[in-house]
């Protein structure tokens, strides 16, 4: 399953994030905010229980997240959606995977790995601005399960049909939400349109 956020205020940020003139700290910000509301999307079939809340007039029955939600940026990119994430579930844990994509092979390389102990049976997102072969969220997503993960679920910026067929072929059980599905990908393996290298112009590397 996957979604693409189409409403107005998401397209309109990400028309900004992905023009080229947009420098590192506006870029940042574009970051969290467009994460903010692809993670309201992707949370909206979380486990909830009803709670008895007491107002100052009476008793009110509402709604409560219940269950233990962990939050995974795979490195380094990801790390710029978290600040997003944690304002709208802000007592989430989180967990780390450390990949990077081989520049000949285009295969993800595992670096780093640390996840909290309530990923086992948790719900767990993923973050990752972009999906392109879809080869670093396969990855993630191989250590989530065999880490015990209950629920996945990814949440990326831009991504495109190639890599997101091959993701869900490989896990039809995990649902992605994105505010892209672009046309392709280069012969370097980027998406295009995309947005370019997230890392670097998250953190501004490039130049
Ligand atoms: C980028 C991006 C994804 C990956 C996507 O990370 O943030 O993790 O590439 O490509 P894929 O779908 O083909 O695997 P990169 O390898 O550039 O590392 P970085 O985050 O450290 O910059
Ligand atoms: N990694 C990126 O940062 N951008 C792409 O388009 C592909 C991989």
Do not use: W
Not at 2 to 23: F, M, N, S, Y
Not at 97 to 124: A, H, I, M, W
């Amino acid at each position: 399953m996957h979604q693409q956020i189409d409403h107005p205020c998401v397209q309109h940020k990400l028309a900004i994030i992905r023009d080229a003139e947009t420098g590192h700290k506006r870029f940042r910000e574009l970051a969290t905010e467009i994460t903010e509301f692809l993670c309201y999307e992707a949370l909206k079939n979380v486990k909830t229980k009803k709670v008895e809340v007491r107002t100052p007039l009476a008793t009110a029955i509402c709604n409560k997240i219940d269950t233990d939600l962990v939050v995974v940026p795979i490195l380094r990119a990801g790390v710029g959606m978290l600040d997003g994430i944690l304002e709208l579930v802000p007592t989430a844990r989180v967990g780390f995977v450390g990949l990077f994509r081989d520049e000949g092979t285009k295969q993800p390389v595992s670096y780093y790995q640390r996840f909290p102990p309530q990923t086992k049976g948790g719900t767990c997102i993923i973050i990752d601005p972009m999906i392109a072969t879809g080869g670093s969220t396969i990855a993630a997503i191989d250590l989530l399960k065999q880490a015990g993960a209950g629920q996945i679920v990814v949440i990326c910026i831009v991504t495109c049909h190639e890599g997101l067929r091959l993701v869900e072929a490989a896990h039809p059980d995990v649902a992605v939400y994105t505010a892209s599905i672009d046309a392709e990908l280069d012969d370097n393996k980027y998406i295009v349109p995309g947005l370019g290298d997230a890392g670097d112009r998250l953190f501004g590397t490039s130049h």
